[in-house]
């Protein structure tokens, strides 16, 4: 599952409250200073991606008339013009890749920044870091299932986008996380 902007608080916050949690690192620094770098080192990886994502629609608006006199198929060429720029962008489109290196660029920034100590190799401060992010993202589609289903059965309709819905849907999503063990 690809990550979102949205996603990053509450990824930074359990990769924070696992690496606390954990037996072999020594904390430096407070658990909110260490999510808000890692949110922040998420965040960035994520605008990459975007800044990729606006690139690739700009060159395919340019060639429109192509596109359209050979009936091509626009995701196609989309997700192809993508990979073709994704190295000069910085960005990794395989998943299980991309996690690993951002839980590289979190651990390095941690350490050379003195937020975590620890004595065993990095690797395993790297595994904490990726099955953070990879068990929240697998167990993100659920509890987003979960919360749709809650409000479509809300008592007051609700309008997608408006002020009301974000407050009830980031309320219940936070609720179904911590039920679900993921925050």
């Known amino acids: 599952m690809r990550m979102k902007l949205h996603h990053t608080p509450y990824i930074s916050r359990r990769i924070s409250r696992d690496l606390v949690n954990c037996n072999f690192v020594e904390i430096r620094k407070t658990k909110d200073e260490i999510t808000d770098e890692i949110e922040k080192i998420l965040?960035?990886?994520?605008?990459?991606?975007?800044?990729?994502?606006?690139?690739?629609?700009?060159?395919?608006?340019?060639?429109?008339?192509?596109?359209?006199?050979?009936?091509?198929?626009?995701?196609?060429?989309?997700?192809?013009?993508?990979?073709?720029?994704?190295?000069?962008?910085?960005?990794?489109?395989?998943?299980?890749?991309?996690?690993?290196?951002?839980?590289?660029?979190?651990?390095?920034?941690?350490?050379?920044?003195?937020?975590?100590?620890?004595?065993?190799s990095d690797n395993q401060i790297k595994n904490v870091i990726f099955s953070s992010i990879d068990e929240f993202l697998k167990g993100f589609e659920k509890a987003d299932d979960a919360v749709m289903e809650k409000i479509k059965h809300y008592k007051r309709k609700l309008i997608p986008g408006t002020e009301e819905y974000d407050i009830v849907y980031h309320r219940l999503y936070e609720e179904e996380l911590i039920k679900r063990g993921l925050m």
């Open 43 to 120: 965040d960035e990886d994520i605008e990459k991606e975007f800044a990729l994502d606006e690139k690739v629609s700009e060159i395919l608006e340019g060639q429109e008339d192509n596109i359209e006199f050979y009936n091509a198929d626009y995701r196609q060429l989309f997700w192809l013009t993508k990979k073709r720029l994704a190295n000069d962008f910085g960005v990794i489109l395989n998943n299980e890749d991309r996690f690993s290196d951002i839980a590289h660029k979190i651990l390095d920034f941690l350490w050379e920044e003195d937020y975590i100590h620890y004595t065993c």
